[in-house]
């Protein structure tokens, strides 16, 4: 653990250097994030392994209360967006942090339900701007008519198959990383935990790298231009690919697997790490934002940060329970 903090730290500095800053920022702040997180997580982790003279462990319930904290702010992300009056703060924070283009896509949405006398997203009645208004004007009238809506709509003409199944994934996720980091500890193989999560966290860097290297030059097509613009081909081919290879170093360090079963556990979850981020794009297309949350710069919210294992970790803790 404290090789891998430090090797984190290291990176951080590195990056910390004004013209790498400047030349890989979204890269500097995700190393930064991951500073505070794994500090986190490995202090949590290390003292549910702690064991006392009755090879008990008395503070099992560490990383516990670690993963529920986490699930809780998951859970509030989701929820806050079928909120009418929460959902508006949230959009004008993030425009006010510049994370969120102006006119935001809600904006544009309410404004195309006026035009069209149809208040869709919140099936609330259109109100009716006169035709000397301007755009500026509508849009205001129309925020106004959202800032409103909460005590008018009910909360299933808002919420989505699309909310009810990241929901449904994410308390799953929660569920199955707390099963994972117990296994891991009965067992006495405590790098299995460490190895999933590292493995899963890889890929999202790994992608950007190889995006942003070879964007474009093999594939003129994005990957999901409608859910998400910016990923490509490229870095989710050679971005998952490279991913699966440092993670299965890690995993030789930290397990007892064979390489073979390192590198297919680790492209697996580079594989379904991609689906599972193309999921809560979805998510976030349907409400009209950018990022879920502001607390970690760099990545977003909390569901920002662990999108990429809502699909792979519970199928993995499975097999590891099941066959490994």
């Not at 984190?8 to 994030?33: A, G, H």
């Not at 509508?138 to 009810?164: P, Y």
């Not at 998510?283 to 879920?292: A, L, Q, S, V, Y």
Request: charge should be positive.
């Amino acid at each position: 653990m404290l090789s891998i903090l430090t090797i984190n730290l290291i990176v951080w500095i590195l990056l910390s250097i004004p013209n790498n800053r400047k030349k890989l920022p979204k890269v500097y702040l995700i190393v930064r994030s991951w500073l505070w997180m794994l500090s986190a997580l490995f202090m949590c982790f290390y003292l549910s392994n702690i064991s006392n003279q009755a090879n008990i462990q008395p503070y099992w319930w560490a990383i516990d209360i670690l993963l529920v904290i986490i699930g809780l702010r998951g859970l509030f992300e989701i929820s806050r967006l079928w909120r009418s009056k929460s959902k508006l703060a949230f959009v004008e924070k993030l425009e006010r942090l510049k994370v969120q283009p102006v006119p935001v896509a809600i904006h544009k949405l309410i404004f195309t339900s006026v035009n069209t006398n149809s208040f869709s997203l919140f099936s609330l009645p259109p109100s009716k701007p006169s035709p000397s208004q301007s755009i500026p004007a509508k849009a205001h009238q129309a925020t106004l008519t959202l800032s409103r809506a909460k005590r008018l709509a009910n909360w299933w003409q808002r919420v989505t198959w699309v909310d009810t199944g990241l929901c449904v994934a994410f308390v799953y996720l929660i569920i199955s990383l707390i099963a994972l980091a117990h296994l891991s500890i009965v067992r006495q193989q405590a790098g299995v935990f460490l190895f999933v999560i590292f493995a899963s966290q890889f890929n999202d860097i790994a992608q950007y790298l190889c995006g942003r290297w070879l964007g474009g030059r093999l594939f003129s097509k994005k990957l999901a231009p409608t859910l998400s613009p910016n990923k490509t081909i490229e870095g989710a081919l050679f971005g998952s690919l490279l991913s699966a290879l440092l993670a299965t170093l890690l995993g030789l360090w930290l397990t007892s697997f064979s390489v073979i079963q390192c590198f297919a556990i680790a492209y697996f979850l580079a594989i379904s790490g991609i689906i599972g981020d193309l999921f809560e794009s979805t998510f976030k297309r349907r409400h009209g934002i950018k990022d879920t949350g502001t607390m970690l710069a760099g990545h977003g919210g909390i569901l920002d940060r662990v999108d990429s294992l809502l699909i792979g970790v519970p199928v993995i803790t499975f097999i590891y329970w099941q066959f490994l």
